[in-house]
């Protein structure tokens, strides 16, 4: 498994609010059948302002480019683009890999039908 870290920072004139409205109620609904293993979205309340970081699991780094190819494809994620690319002043994202002892080494088990087009 592998966990992908993906951390955002908003333009100041940005509403956090209306971003994560955005998100909530048309980015996720499209990402989570495709991406599978949603393991989170977080925003911060110390440090680095206006940032989210959020945490997608795969079962290794073909998985996540086959699923994210998939998601590059679908018309409701590209119309919530559309609306939040705008938002993002910079973007980082990280392959994390679990150690030997870590609680999270395997992908996590999802409510609702697994994607099985792709595995």
Known sequence: MVVEERTYVLHTSVSLAEYLRIYETEGLPAQKPILGGFLGYFVTEFGTQNQLVHLWAYADLEDRRA?????????????????????????????????????????????????????
């Open 67 to 119: 699923r994210r190819a998939r998601l590059a494809g679908n018309a409701q994620w590209q119309g919530c683009l559309a609306k939040i690319r705008p938002m993002i002043m910079t973007m980082e994202n990280r392959i994390l890999y679990p150690t030997s002892f870590s609680p999270i080494r395997e992908l996590p088990v999802t409510t609702g039908q697994p994607d099985t087009a792709l595995a």
